[in-house]
């Protein structure tokens, strides 16, 4: 994409003036491919394909799509927890994509990370007082502070302060979410990535965990990078979407422009697949079926590369790659050569 094209693909921020709390632009990964029985060097794995969007502050971006298709690579690139292959993070003005460990200790304290597995993610052998005043510890806090500090995030994600000395294994697993969300927060962040936070969770304790991330937002001003396959869960949570596909953005907009009229065929795709609570309405909606599993990055088809399974797909998504553009009214775009029209009005 030329600079022009990229610094347009981004599908606006959400209020529309301010500079965005966080820039992503033309961001790459590239995992060298895994080696063949023979010894062979397999083809690298394009996992993230030029990938561009701008979060404000306080708001919500969901970061949709199927499994494999880049998101938590995504994720880890802007926490810095992978370096990009090439590309741009710019987080408060500021370029960090390849900015050394030390020199990113101080930015680290403005983005932090919550995991899908909240028990994988925490330490065993470590009681939650050390797990949430780690992080504080690294940005320098003597160890009563940060004790008392951890204190006030159990109460403020709904646990009991006086649990700080037992270990995760004592918790159910919503509890050992809210932990993870507690030590997410103990050095005051202005973005949190959270990569699944719930898809790990029993149905009703999803919904208590994306309360509970939303209450902190109002009173934190925090700002989500919300990354998840349920749609419902995004719909409920962000403010804008961003949906991708192989490695690239294929839609990104508003939240009413996205989900309310979908101008690409793969996010028509997905959401037809999401159930509707309206019977009538469930009984009369065109189902788009998507036909197979996604190529792998390691070889993406020629043009548009969700072509294979698009039923749209017509002689030119087979060899020229669409590129992302703004589709109908707002600041939408979509890289298809046939996007759904905006409906009139
Ligand atoms: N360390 C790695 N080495 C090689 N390939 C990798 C590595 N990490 C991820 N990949 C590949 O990169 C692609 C994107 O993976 P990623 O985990 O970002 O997808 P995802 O959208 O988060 O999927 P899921 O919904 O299953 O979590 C996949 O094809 C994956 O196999
Ligand atoms: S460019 Fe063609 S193949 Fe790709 S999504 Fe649009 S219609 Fe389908
Ligand atoms: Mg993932």
Redesign the pocket.
Same mark, same amino acid.
């Given at each position: 994409m030329s600079a022009l094209e990229t610094v347009a693909a981004t599908g606006g921020p959400a209020d529309g003036g301010a500079p965005p709390l966080l820039s992503v632009r033309d961001l790459v990964k590239t995992?060298?491919g895994?080696r063949t029985r023979g010894g062979r060097a397999g083809a690298p794995?394009r996992?993230?394909d030029g990938v561009g969007f701008d979060i404000a502050a306080g708001e919500t971006l969901g970061l949709v799509? #199927?499994?494999?298709?880049?998101?938590?690579?995504?994720g880890?690139m802007v926490v810095r927890l992978l370096e990009p292959t090439s590309g741009s993070v710019t987080f408060d003005g500021r370029d960090i994509s390849h900015l050394s460990a030390r020199a990113l200790r101080p930015v680290r304290r403005h983005v932090q990370m919550v995991f899908?597995d909240p028990f994988s993610s925490l330490n065993p052998r470590q009681t939650v007082a050390r797990i949430i005043s780690d992080p504080m510890l690294a940005q320098g806090s003597g160890a009563a502070d940060a004790r008392k500090r951890a204190a006030e995030l159990m109460d403020l994600v709904g646990l009991i302060p006086e649990h700080l000395d037992r270990y995760p294994h004592e918790f159910s697993g919503g509890q050992a979410q809210r932990i993870g969300i507690a030590r997410s927060l103990a050095t005051r962040p202005r973005l949190i990535i959270a990569? #699944?936070p719930v898809s790990a969770l029993d149905v009703s304790i999803q919904a208590q965990i994306v309360n509970l991330m939303e209450t902190l937002q109002r009173e934190l001003g925090l700002a989500y990078l919300f990354?998840a396959?349920d749609l419902s869960v995004v719909k409920r949570v962000c403010d804008r979407v961003a949906v991708?596909y192989l490695?690239r953005i294929v839609e990104i907009g508003h939240k009413a422009q996205v989900y309310g009229a979908p101008a690409h065929p793969y996010t028509r795709a997905l959401l037809s697949a999401v159930p509707l609570p309206d019977p009538a309405a469930e009984r009369a909606r065109e189902r788009i079926v998507l036909l197979g599993d996604p190529p792998?990055?390691a070889h993406p088809p020629a043009g548009c590369t969700f072509h294979p399974r698009c039923h749209k797909a017509r002689e030119i998504c087979r060899t020229e790659a669409p590129l992302l553009q703004i589709t109908g009214p707002g600041q939408r775009q979509a890289a298809c050569h046939f996007p759904e029209p905006a409906p009139a009005g």
């Open positions: 995992f060298p895994r794995v996992a993230v799509g #199927e499994s494999g298709c880049g998101k938590s690579t995504t880890r899908q990569d #699944e990354i396959h991708m490695g792998s990055p």
